[in-house]
């Protein structure tokens, strides 16, 4: 990953916008753990906020929107002189995937940050919103949003990443093409100045997740074999 010089943009889809506006299977990422040091925990992890959790919050997660098209939003949203967006299309656990990165009045959780890279080859977000067609309508599928410049949402081994500080956050689409949906979720918990590591693995998204304590020897190489093969997404000014 490159580094880059930042240019703060505030905001993305407000809830109202997202109405109005907007708002694949499944591919492993890698993060493979087959050390023995692994354990299974038989309790649920603790809630732990997430890349997308606050569009899960909104109820912005599946909403059909009134377009038939990508295009058709993309036109929409060139309309709206008071935003600056910048879209990127890939695919996704089988299924074509519109993301949208917007300034807006209202955002999510926080500033929004959208940057050139050194070289002004392409636009990095930290926060988009996804959406897909998997019938006659466009759905939004949530809205991403990572730690900010320094972990810009990017794509490792055919799934997307959102990390935040503490976390280590893959995604892909749900098997009828309409939400995000975590694949694999690592995190570090510290307290008492004691860093400990857990993690909740999907194979893919029509199974259920396992969790597991993880040694700080396998959390490390988890992270630096991801971290080694992350690419940023590309987007493009509307």
């Not at 997660?61 to 008071?82: C, E, N, Q, R, W």
Request: aromatic share 8%; proline share 2%; hydrophobic share 30%.
């Amino acid at each position: 990953m490159k580094k880059k010089t930042m240019m703060l943009l505030t905001g993305v889809m407000a809830a109202g916008m997202l109405a109005l506006t907007a708002c694949g299977s499944a591919e492993g990422t890698g993060a493979d753990t087959g050390e023995v040091e692994t354990e299974v925990i038989e309790q649920p992890m603790e809630e732990t906020e997430s890349s997308l959790s606050v569009s899960q919050e909104r109820g912005e997660v599946g909403t059909v929107t009134d377009y038939d098209s990508f295009d058709a939003l993309i036109a929409d949203l060139k309309k709206d002189k008071s935003a600056k967006c910048a879209y990127a299309k890939i695919n996704l656990s089988g299924y074509e995937v519109l993301l949208v990165s917007r300034r807006d009045e209202e955002f999510l959780t926080g500033p929004s940050t959208l940057y050139d890279d050194n070289d002004n080859e392409y636009i990095g977000a930290s926060c988009a919103t996804f959406y897909t067609k998997p019938g006659d309508k466009v759905v939004c599928a949530g809205t991403l949003c990572s730690g900010g410049s320094s972990d810009p949402l990017a794509i490792y081994d055919g799934a997307v990443y959102a990390n935040t500080h503490h976390t280590l956050e893959s995604y892909f689409i749900s098997a009828d093409g309409k939400a995000l949906e975590n694949k694999d979720f690592i995190q570090e918990i510290n307290k008492n100045r004691k860093s400990t590591f857990k993690g909740s693995f999907r194979d893919s998204n029509t199974s259920d997740p396992v969790e597991r304590k993880l040694t700080e020897r396998e959390f490390s190489r988890i992270t630096d074999k991801i971290y080694s093969g992350l690419e940023d997404i590309h987007f493009e000014w509307l």
